[in-house]
C-alpha cells in the first residue's frame, strides 16, 4: 500500500489520538457540570419551559425553574405535602371559612427591590382574577380550573389591605382547597412593578396559538435565584443566587437547567458527568444508577393510578355488580410487584396515604377471582365484553409503562371470564380526547395531586355530576355523590371534613365504584453521589437552594 | 438556462402551495391535537370547548387553512403552542436551522471525503481488500439504522470511553453566538476552545448521519468509475501515454462524477430525515429534534414551518444539483 492511498486510515487514526487526548482533559474538570466548578448545579430537564410567568404555565418543567425564583404565600414544607409558611408566616380563617387573614413577613422584597406588602398581595391576586378573554381561555388554565373561572364564576371574592403587613382574602365559599391552592406555583407572588411594566395581563390570540407578554420574558420573584438567561440555541436555563434574599442564601451560585428531551440521554450524561441530576429516572435503571454510585432518591407517592369505567359506553357496567366484579378480578399486588417501581403499593381509594380524609381502615380489593365470576353471574354479564384502552407515547409518573400495566390487568380480567377487546391511543393523539368524550368502556389514567386536599382528587375525579370520565350521573349515583363531595369540601373545620372524606371515600370504594383504584407509586429523582442537602417533595416539587455539588 | 431556472422556480411555487393544502388537512385529521396537549389530564369539557374556539379549531378545516394561508403570505406562520410558547414559528425554525446546517454539512463532506476516494479506489482494485473492506461498509450504513448507529456510538465513545460529548451542541457556559454556526461563531469570536468544543459535539452525529450517504455514494462512485474505466476513451487516453493522473482526473473522474453528482444532490435531502433520528439522539437542537418535539406536542405551526421549509430546500437542492449537472455535462444543458 503507497503512503498516499493509506493517507485515510492514518488520518483517521490521527483522529482517534486527538480525540483520546482531548477526552483526558475534558474528564479532569469536576463534576459540577459544564466544567463551572462546584458551586454550579447542572439538572437535566425533560421539556422546555412553555413560559417565565408562573401564572401562565401548566407544566412540571416551567414549574421547576420558576419554583427556585418565584414563592407563595403559603409554601408546602419540605419533605411533605403539608402546608407552611411561606410569604405569609401565619393565616388563619373566619368563623364561616369565607375570609381569610395572612400576616405577611417582614423584609422581604422582590429582587428589584420592590417590598412585598399587603399591597402587593392584593396586586396579584386583582391581577390573576381579571385576565382578558384571550388568557381566559386556555393560558390561565391553573386559575380556571382551581377557582372555577372568572368574574361570578370564580370562587376568588376580593383582596383587601388590613396594614402593611396583613392582608385579608375573601373567597365565597368555605372550601378544602382554600389556602391550599395558594402554594401552587401558578399563584406565587410577583413583583408588582414588574408586572405592570411587563404588562403582564396583555396574553393575545395570534393564529392558533397565544403570544405572551414581556412579563414572560422576565420573572421577577422574591425567592433565592434570579433569573439570568434562556438560551434558546443552546437549550439551557440559568438562574443565578439572589444575594439579597431574605432567608438562608442559596448554596449554589447558579443553576443550569439542560432541556434533555430524551430519558436515554439523561441518563448517559449523568454517567458522563456533565450534569448533576435529573427527573423521573426509569425505574428500571434505578438499581444501574445506583450502582454506578448515584442517589436515587425515591419521593412519597402522591398519586393514584386507576382504570376508569364508563357505563354510558357499555351499559352493562351500570350495575355496581359489575363494578365490583371488575375490582376483584384484578390482582393489584402483583400488578404492583411485578410492574411497579419500588415503594409502589395498591391503592384501596381514589387518593393516596398522604392527603387528610384518606380512610386508613379500608383494604384494597382482594384479587378474587370466584368472587368476580359469581358477581358476574349475579348480574346477568356472564359473556362481558370490555373495550379497555390504555394510552401509548406516554409515561407519567403513576404509569411508568401504561403498556405493561394494561395486559396484566387485562390479563386478570379474562381470567374472571371478561372478554377484553384492547385499544390503544397516543396520549396527545387522541387517547385524552377519546376519554374525555367516553369512547372507551374502561381505561387507565391517573392524577398526581397539586396540593394536601381530598377535593383536588375525589372532587377533580367525581365533583362534577354532568361532566366526568365515569359517567357517574348514568349509573345513578353521580347527583348524590356531587353533593356529598361537595359538603365535605364546605366543612370549615378540619377534623370534621376530614372525617367526611374518609367516610365518603369508603363510600366510594364500596357502594357507588366509579372505577378500580389501581396503585399509588413513587417517582424518583436521580442526583450524582457529590450532590447533598437534596430534599425530595411528594408534590415533585423540589427546591434546589439548599442542594450542594461537590462539597462547595 | 435562465429560462430553466424561472421555470423551476414556478415549479416550486406550485410545489410549497399543494404541499401547504395537504400537510394541513393531514394535520388536521390526526386524532387528539393542541388542545389536549395543552390541557393534560385536567381538561374539563369547558376549558376544552373554551380554548378550541380560541384558537379558532371549530372553524371548518378549509377557512383555517385560509386564515393560515392569509397570515403566511405575510411572514406570519403562527406561534408555537408546544416547543416554545408564543415564539414565532418561524423564528424557532431561524434559531434551530444553523444547528442542522452544521451537522448536515459534516456528514455530507465526511461521506463525500471518504466515500469518493473509497468509490475510485475499489473499482480500481476491484475484488481486492479495500474493496470488500469498503462494500461491508457501505452494506452495514445502508443495513443499520442511523439511530441505532448514533446510539451504539454514544454509548461506546462518549457514555463509556468518555472521548467526546454525550449531547448538545456544545459545553454550558461555552455559547458566543454569532451567526448560530457554532464553530464559525468560534472561529469569528477567535475563542479557540469555544470552536473546538463544538466541533467535538459534531463528530458522533457527524458520523452517525455520514452512514446514509456515505453508503450510497460509494457504491455509486464505485459503479461509475468501473463503467467509466471499461469505456474506449480511457483505454484511448492511456494508450496516448498520458499521465496517470491526467486520466484519472480529465477522464475517469470527471465522467463517473457525474452521477455522483445526482447522488449527492438527492441525498441532502434525505438528510433531514436522518437528523430528525440523529439530533433526537444527540439532543443536538437543530431542526430535526424540532421537529420531533412538535410532532410530540401537537404543535402544527412548527411543524407546518419545519416542512413545508424544508420541501423549498429540497427543490432548491435539487434545482442546483442540475445546474451543476449542466456545468459538468455540457450535453444535459437545457
Redo the contacts between chains.
Sequence with gaps: MSMR?SA?LAAAAAVALV??A??ES??DGSGG????GGS?F?FGAAG?P??FDPFYA?DGETFRITRQIFEGLVEVKPGSAELGPGLATEWEPSEDGKDWTFTLREGVQFSDGEPLNAEAVCANFERMANQN??A???PA?YW??STGGFGKDSLYDGCKVEDEQTVVISVKRATSKFPALLSLSSFAMQSPKALEEGNANNVK????????PEN?KNPVGSGPYLFEEY??????VTIVRNDDYWGEKAKTEKI?F?????ES?RR??L??G?IDGYDLPNPVDWKGLEEAGNKVEIRDPFNILYMGLNPESNPKLKDVKVRQAINYAIDRESLVSSQLPEGASAASQFMPEAVKGYNKDLEPYPHDVDKAKQLLKEAGAENLTLQFAYPS?VSRPYMPNPQKIHEAIANNLEAAGITVKATT??????????V?AGQYDAWL???TGDYDSADNFVGTFFG?AS?NDFGTVEAGYGEQLAKELAEADGTVDEEERATKYEELNKKIAEEYVPGAPISHSPPAIVVSEDVEGLVTSPLTAEHFDTVTVGGE | MLKFIVRRLMQLVLVVFVLSILLFAWLRALPGGVVSAMLGERATPKSRAALTEALGLNEPIPVQYLNFLERAVQGDFGVSTGVQTGRPALDIFLERFPATIELSVVALVLAISLAIPLGYLSARRSGGIIDNASILGSLVGVAVPVFFLAFLLKYWFAVELGWLPVSGRQSIGNATSVTGFFVLDGILTREWDAAWDSLKHLILPGIALASIPFAMIFRITRASVLDVLDEDFVRTAQAKGLSHRVVRGRHVMRNALLPVVTAVGLQMGLLLSGAVLTETVFNFGGVGSALEEAFRERDYPVLQVIVLVAAIAYVLVNLLVDILYALIDPRVRP
Design positions: 492511498k485515510p480525540l483520546s482531548c477526552a475534558e474528564r457540570g459544564g466544567g463551572e454550579t447542572t422546555a412553555e413560559v401548566t378573554e384571550a381566559q381561555s386556555g388554565e380556571a380550573y390570540t395570534q393564529g392558533q396559538g397565544f403570544v405572551y414572560s438560551d434558546e440555541a443552546n437549550k439551557t443550569v439542560k432541556i434533555i428531551p430524551d440521554t448517559q450524561e454517567e458522563a456533565s407515547q391511543k397516543p396520549w396527545n393523539g387522541g387517547y385524552l380526547d377519546n374525555d389514567l391517573g392524577w362534577n361532566a
